[in-house]
């Protein structure tokens, strides 16, 4: 066995089998397919990092990206598929993104505000999935409006819906298609989180983090991360490559 690929596998694969969480809570990433089989992009992308290993693979899916965080700090999981956020730094490390998702507002119809920058004023309620990648941005950045947490993102829409929050938080495509056939709301035109999403992993596994880099950056130029999220009805625009800066 080549010792560089041994010592990848002791560090992505210590138990010899590839352990990794997907979010649920981000259905543009991943979802679960109607036969019960996980799917989407976080999950073709774990399927191949495990066949270039060489190993097996074991998935694990969490409602939340909080409790795929947790999982993978508890070492109950080798890698996780997670946005990247400064607060998570501290913990985790992360490859180069390899998708790129926005977070806007959902408004009523009837809402004064026109801009995801209209939001943060006194006495603004934001329905808002705790731990989310979106929910610790807006904790660094809001200054008057407050948030009201959820467990998750789906529980942030359906208490907007209910009237519980004047506005929702949220994953563009989610809150999007929670407004779809709904008359009384409207999603704002603009963003206020460009989000990155990467491979999470323990901190100090250089050799893995080195594989996964160039792998992603050989799936990147070959085409294959941008046409995993056309498979599952997503947007092949979402698809970035390795190194791409992340958002000021």
Sequence with gaps: ?????????????????????????????????????????????????????????????????????????????????????????????????????????LVPSESRFRSVRDVDVADVTIASGLNTAYDLFLNRSLKQARRIHTPSSQAAVALFLEGGADVCAGVRQTVEAAARDRAGVRLLPDSFQAIDQAVALPRERPHGRGFLEALFEDLVASGFVARRPVASGQDAALAIGPGRPAPA
Excluded: K
């Excluded at 997907?22 to 999950?43: C, E, F, K, Y």
């Design 1 to 105: 066995m080549d010792v560089s690929m041994h010592i990848i596998r002791s560090e992505l694969a210590p138990l010899g089998r590839l352990r990794v969480a997907i979010n649920l809570g981000n259905p543009v990433l991943a979802q679960r397919a109607a036969d019960g089989t996980l799917a989407g992009v976080s999950v073709d992308l774990a399927w191949e990092i495990a066949v270039r290993l060489g190993v097996e693979m074991e998935l694990s899916n969490f409602a939340t990206a909080g409790a795929a965080v947790a999982a993978l700090q508890d070492q109950a999981c080798d890698l996780a598929f997670l946005a990247i956020d400064p607060d998570r730094r501290t913990v985790l490390d992360y490859t180069a993104p390899y998708v790129r998702i926005e977070a806007s507002y």
